[in-house]
């Protein structure tokens, strides 16, 4: 019998990087961003990079992941929507549908509250998350 697992070593994400996704889609709340979230398996260290912009509007992004080093994981997939609501689209089912990560989508960027929602997507099966941005 074949058996596909899959071992999550990164350890606990930091908050700030969700936050700082957040404000600089805050900052840009005109149109669409992307980034991810990566993790440095032979230093331990996490980073926030952004993706590259080939066209963003306030209602769709096409974009592309920045290059990795070896040894870097990309543990979180972020974007944003704008002044619309934080969800995931049949667009973000079928680029996730391979992946295993974490996505987390910014919405209502033009705001004081902002929407988010987020999910663990492990080759097609999505688990919506309960992430809260921030603390209180």
Same mark, same amino acid.
């Given at each position: ?9 990164? /350890?606990?994400?930091?908050? @700030? ?7 600089? %889609?805050?900052?840009? +709340?005109? *149109? ?38 070896? /040894?870097?994981?990309?543990? @979180? ?7 619309? %609501?934080?969800?995931? +689209?049949? *667009? ?45």
């Amino acid at each position: 019998e074949l058996k596909e697992t899959v071992d999550y070593k990164a /350890g606990k994400l930091p908050r @700030v990087l969700l936050e700082e996704f957040a404000e600089s %889609a805050k900052r840009e +709340s005109d *149109v669409e961003i992307g980034a991810v979230i990566t993790w440095n398996e032979n230093t331990g260290a996490y980073a926030l990079l952004r993706s590259k912009s080939n066209h963003a509007t306030s209602g769709s992004l096409d974009y592309e992941l920045p290059a990795l080093d070896p /040894g870097v994981h990309i543990i @979180v997939d972020c974007h944003s929507h704008s002044h619309h %609501a934080a969800y995931f +689209s049949h *667009v973000d089912d079928k680029d996730d549908q391979h992946a295993v990560k974490f996505a987390f989508v910014v919405g209502h960027c033009n705001t004081d509250k902002p929407s988010i929602a987020s999910r663990l997507c492990v080759r097609g099966v999505f688990k919506k998350l309960a992430w809260k941005l921030y603390e209180n």
